[in-house]
């Protein structure tokens, strides 16, 4: 079966190339046409764990219409992106099934608002790192975890054929409780890194960095204490091992002078703590430290 995977960054980069060594048949949609041209006439390329590197032949275009109305589609862009992207697709008339990938969990109300027919979330706790245009850096191996939202859920079996070693994959019913479990692993990660900038793994070699973690972890399980018994801190610290020469998104951005995912991302759970009457002070002012950061300079 053919996959189209909107968006060529470090995820959806690593997921095609995954893809592409289990044998289906994948198109990347891509906006500069500079960047599609270069992935058709070279291909995507992975650096592994081991070093190592594989080129995988793979298809790329900007043109929307041109693509299958029978493909799986895998939107793995950016929340800053989706709501443009999505407003591409209602225009094209685009009712493929559709696996959203993102960080976060701002995007699900965007998407209650569409017509597509059938949909499934889906978490990445791979490590990966975008190299340039075609080139990704795999620097961590983590679960692919999909739930179905609605519609046929068995359209998105597909993506389990890729299962390997690499490349994990695997299938929850609750779709609400995958995302969480992500966002706040990212609100472990992501802010820390960000505002310190250092890689995911100094979370754990620095007492200092260490310490911030504790108490991150602390007050996020008394906000979401039904979370405690499929997020133990045990879990995210194996996160932070897998990727930990890995930069989070969020410090991605920032050393590249791109808008952090902070909307998606933190201010999203603070809102949701809120309206349990919980407060959460160190993201709070977590979330406060990387809005300014990204003001800074502004007149």
Partial sequence: MDVIIAGAGSIGLLIGSCLSEAGMDVTFYVRREGQAQLIRKEGIQRVNLDGTIDVFEVKATTDIRSLSTAALWIVAVKYAGLRDLLSEMQKAHVHNPVLFVQNGIGHVELIKNTELPHVAFATVEQGAGRMDDRTVSHNGIGMLTIAAAHGASGTFG????????????????????????????????????????????????????????????????????????????????????????????????????????IETIITAVIRKAHESAKSLPLLTTCEQMLYAIERKGEK
């Fill in 158 to 261: 597909l993506i389990g054929r890729a299962h390997s070693d690499i490349f994990p994959v695997s299938y929850q019913v609750d779709g609400e409780l995958i995302l969480m479990r992500k966002v706040l692993i990212n609100c472990m990660i992501n802010p820390l890194t960000a505002i310190l900038e250092v890689k995911n793994g100094e979370l754990l070699t620095n007492d200092y960095c260490m310490t911030l973690f504790h108490t991150l972890y602390a007050e996020l399980m008394d906000a979401f204490p039904e979370m405690k018994s499929v997020l133990p801190f045990e879990a995210i610290v194996d996160v932070c091992r897998k990727t930990a020469r890995n930069r989070s998104s969020m410090l991605t951005d920032r050393l590249a002078g791109q808008p952090m995912e």
